[in-house]
């Protein structure tokens, strides 16, 4: 079975800086997509980034990129130019290349200090 | 397009009763999910379904049904709610792409409180 771990439960940093969340994840699996969700305060989750595994390059969305290192199992996501807006519950993801069920980790609280 | 939709947003239960969480998609997706959301454990996965007429238990399916009986909705059935599901329910969908699931986008969430 596929486990996902977030070992960051709560991070802050200031505005307009960057901040790195970490996670780290298991499989035997060779083929497989990993994901970051945003839960901001209203609950909603928000798909942030998805990476597919036989990619090398690293997925990029805008203020946000992610570290992909396959051999280590590490998926950390970067977050630049930090915003207000930005504060919220993240959470990194794990699903098989041919499945359909999303395995999570227990989430990181992102707080942006002005 | 209203994506996935949930109701209610908020119900409060009380030992033993039952309820219908409900969750619809007009974006025509074969698969759709149940998740509950607990402090400090992410989202767990409680049933899903392939296709109408489809389902199939997820990680912890113990004490919810779940039909599907159109391509639109997926509810959920709590028989007899107890307070260990308290919890936050996420629906979430997606389609394929060349034999593959697509990402999965998520409902706004119904909060349940079993007293």
């Known amino acids: 079975a596929q486990t996902v771990t977030q070992s960051q439960p709560e991070m802050s940093v200031q505005e307009a800086e960057t901040v790195t969340l970490s996670c780290t994840y298991d499989t035997s699996e060779n083929n497989y997509y990993l994901f970051w969700y945003k839960q901001p305060p209203s609950r909603q989750m928000i798909l942030v980034i998805r990476q597919e595994a036989y990619k090398q390059q690293n997925a990029t969305e805008n203020r946000f990129s992610v570290n992909f290192q396959k051999a280590a199992k590490s998926f950390s996501l970067k977050i630049s130019d930090s915003q207000l807006g930005d504060t919220a519950m993240y959470f990194c993801?794990?699903?098989?290349?041919?499945?359909?069920?999303?395995?999570f980790g227990a989430g990181t609280i992102l707080r942006v200090k002005s | 397009n209203a994506g996935v939709t949930q109701t209610p947003k908020f119900q409060v239960l009380k030992t033993g009763q039952s309820m219908t969480l409900q969750c619809a998609q007009d974006?025509?997706?074969?698969?759709m999910s149940w998740y509950r959301q607990d402090p400090g454990m992410g989202l767990r996965l409680i049933h899903y379904s392939v296709g109408a007429g489809i389902t199939d238990q997820g990680e912890v399916p113990n004490g919810y049904n779940v039909s599907r009986s159109t391509t639109e909705d997926f509810p959920l059935r709590l028989l007899s709610a107890a307070p260990s599901q308290t919890s936050v329910y996420f629906c979430?969908?997606?389609?394929?792409?060349?034999?593959?699931?697509?990402?999965?986008?998520f409902g706004p969430g119904t909060r349940l409180l079993v007293l």
């Open positions: 974006m025509n997706h074969e698969y």
């Open positions: 979430a969908s997606s389609g394929v792409d060349g034999g593959r699931w697509e990402t999965q986008y």
């Open positions: 993801a794990f699903m098989k290349w041919s499945g359909n069920k999303l395995v």
